[in-house]
Structures are given as C-alpha cells and as structure tokens.
Nanobody, 123 residues
Framework: VQLQASGGGLVQAGGFLRLSCAAS????????MAWFRQAPGREREFVAA????????SYTDSVEGRFTVSRDKAKNTQYLQMNNLKFEDTAVYYC?????????????????WGQGTELTVSS
C-alpha cells in the first residue's frame, strides 16, 4: 500500500483546512487508516483513525469536536477535516494504514506511511 498525503499549508488560528491521503496498491488489504502528527521538538502522536469498512472513528482528546476523519472507499482516499485550528495544531501530519482490524493508537502497529504534509497555524 502506498500513501500520498496532501493539503497542508498556512492557516490562521480559528481557520480550517482539509488534508487528504490517497492510497494505491493493495488497498483491499487496508483495515484502518489513521493520521498522526509531529510538532517541532516533539514525538509523533496519534490524531485520528477510521476503519475502512465500518467507518468507526477515534480521536485524540485535543482534536475531538474540531477534527473529522472520513474516507471515500471509491476513491481510496482518507480525509481529515480540521476546523477551529489552534496554534498547537502546527505540525507535520502523516497518514498511515494497517491491515489488521481494530483501531490502535500506537504508530508501531501501522505498516504503511505516507510522506508528511505540513500544517502551520499562525496565532
């Protein structure tokens, strides 16, 4: 599975942006797709995830109610709609996928990763 993330940019605090992650290759084996992020000087952290089949979602507390993860199975694409952005959302965002069922937050469980797309939120 190959993943291609896009959509990052510079946004003012309070603004919104949508990230996309297009999957190609053996996409039929995908069970869960997720977003992680890494802020400057910090470790990469889980942001959100969605099951490919059933649309079950999970969010880290800091983005709950502001971010929405979704997927378009026909387009093999995952999205992260980010609203009411805050300065602390500034990070490089990575999409990831795993072929084993069940949403998990540990990045080591995700076998496939896209390149990062950078989000900068100005205060």
């Amino acid at each position: 599975v190959q993943l291609q993330a896009s959509g990052g940019g510079l946004v003012q605090a309070g603004g919104f942006l949508r990230l996309s992650c297009a999957a190609s290759g053996r996409t039929f084996s995908t069970a869960v797709m997720a977003w992680f992020r890494q802020a400057p000087g910090r470790e990469r952290e889980f942001v959100a995830a969605i099951t490919w089949a059933g649309s079950v979602t999970s969010y880290t507390d800091s983005v709950e109610g502001r971010f929405t993860v979704s997927r378009d199975k026909a387009k093999n694409t995952q999205y992260l709609q980010m609203n009411n952005l805050k300065f602390e959302d500034t990070a490089v965002y990575y999409c990831a996928a795993k072929t084993v069922d069940g949403i998990r937050r540990a990045e080591a469980l995700y076998a496939y990763w896209g390149q990062g797309t950078e989000l900068t939120v100005s205060s």
